[in-house]
C-alpha cells in the first residue's frame, strides 16, 4: 500500500510542471489603453526633439499628458 502510495505521489509530482508551463493567453490592450499609449509616444517624441533633459522634460511631459486628449 506504501509503494503504490509512493507511486502515485510520484507520478502527480511529475506531473505537475507540464501544467504549470502552459501559458496564458494574452489579452489585447483596450481602447483606452492603446490612446495612453499614443499620447505617451507623441509627448516623448517632442520631449526627445526639443532635447529635454530632468526637470525640464519631467514638466513638459506633465503638461503634455494633462493637455492632449486621450482619444
Do not use: H, V
Amino acid at each position: 500500500m506504501r509503494r503504490l502510495a509512493l507511486s502515485l505521489a510520484l507520478l502527480s509530482l511529475a506531473a505537475l510542471p507540464a501544467t504549470a508551463a502552459e501559458p496564458k493567453p494574452k489579452r489585447e490592450p483596450s481602447a483606452a489603453q492603446l490612446a495612453q499609449y499614443e499620447k505617451m509616444r507623441r509627448c516623448n517624441a517632442t520631449a526627445k526633439e526639443r532635447a529635454l533633459k530632468g526637470e525640464p522634460r519631467k514638466t513638459f511631459m506633465k503638461g503634455c499628458l494633462s493637455k492632449n486628449p486621450a482619444g
